[in-house]
């Protein structure tokens, strides 16, 4: 029998498969801090974490036999993997389940700021509907617009299929060319300038690393089309949000629409004053479905690694 600590509760579907270990579950419905990460780690074989978790080198000094660091997430921005690679601990994400529902959801902020369903609803419980008028919350066309994707992998080529049915043109910048994306959507891969400066709608869809740190600030939100939006499903600190506050008040772009924040939970103050953006805090992978079946590949990823096994989801197999 192992020993596991468990920064939340997950999904039943995964804690049973973990049943015949002993598990030690945090049970707040907020993140423990770093102290209370270190006294669950202490004396452990395995590390259930969220990307709401820092783990470093002081938390795996709190157990010599630690094996897996395994995160309940796609995102591991959160973990220093170099860290673990050192000292032989195997780290493990959960690709692939998430990428629908995440381009789902980049698609409900598109097409919440594009057609001010969040005004709207706002407007309608402060009882300000007096009936049909010409320009009420008038908002822009998805369909025939240009859609610019950054970062295409999984999720990015995701979203990009899902203007199929809206006749868009697809733009795309990457450091290197996704083929299938060409193929299958007609995508023309563009250096970052040109997909600022031609999109209707720039989309995030990029891990955070030190290259894509702040990728879209000042300088890139001046370079985008006054009527433009931005939407971002992937890591808040991809963007400056600072001077995206200032892009929104000033109206060097139309929009943004966000699921991610620079320093969650907490966010720039005066983005919740302003109607030209939409915020959603963190729900990208949250269906039922998925965050099930993220509960079931983290157990999965454990489970192997407490056998001896190489994970099917180790980001750092050298590590073995
Ligand atoms: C969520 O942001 C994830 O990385 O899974
Ligand atoms: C993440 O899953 C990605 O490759 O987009």
């Known amino acids: 029998m192992a020993k596991i600590f468990l920064t939340r509760r997950l999904p039943e579907e995964g804690i049973k498969l973990l049943e015949e270990h002993d598990l ?6 907020y993140p423990p801090s770093k102290e209370e990460i270190i006294a669950g780690v202490k004396g452990k074989d395995a590390l259930i974490c969220l990307l709401t978790d820092k783990i470093d080198a002081e938390v795996m000094s709190a157990s010599p036999h630690l094996k897996i660091i395994a995160n ?5 921005d959160n973990i220093d993997v170099k860290e673990a690679t050192k ?11 998430l990428t629908e529902t995440v381009a789902d959801l980049a698609w409900a902020l598109l097409m919440a700021i594009a057609r001010r369903i969040v005004e709207g609803d706002k407007f309608m419980r402060q009882g300000k509907f007096k009936g049909w008028a010409p320009l009420l919350l008038v908002g822009a066309d998805i369909h025939g617009k240009t859609l610019g994707i950054i970062g295409a992998g999984r999720i990015g080529r995701a979203f990009a299929r899902r203007a199929k049915g809206f006749d868009m043109e697809i733009l795309y910048y990457d450091k290197k ?4 994306l060409e193929r299958e959507m007609n995508a023309r891969f563009v250096d970052l300038d040109i997909l600022l400066k031609e999109s209707d709608f720039v989309s995030l869809h990029v891990p955070l690393t ?4 702040h990728m879209i600030g000042e300088r890139e939100l001046k370079m985008m089309k006054k009527t433009a939006y931005l939407i971002n499903t992937a890591r808040g600190k991809c963007i400056d949000e600072k001077a995206l506050v200032r892009a929104l008040k000033e109206k060097w772009i139309a929009g ?28 990208g992978s949250a269906s039922y479905e998925t965050r099930s079946k993220m509960a079931i590949m983290v157990a999965e990823n454990v489970l192997a690694a407490l056998r001896g096994e190489i994970p099917p989801q180790c980001v750092n197999p050298e590590a073995k």
């Open 210 to 213: 030190e290259e894509t740190y």
């Open 24 to 29: 030690e579950i945090y049970e707040e419905d």
């Open 256 to 283: 943004a629409a966000l699921d991610v924040y620079e320093n969650e939970p907490e966010i720039e103050p005066e983005l919740v004053n302003l109607d030209n953006v939409v915020l959603a805090p963190h729900i």
């Open 177 to 180: 060319r996704n083929e299938k």
């Open 87 to 97: 000292r032989g601990i195997l780290v493990t994400n959960t690709p692939g389940v």
């Open 72 to 76: 309940y997430a796609v995102g591991i």
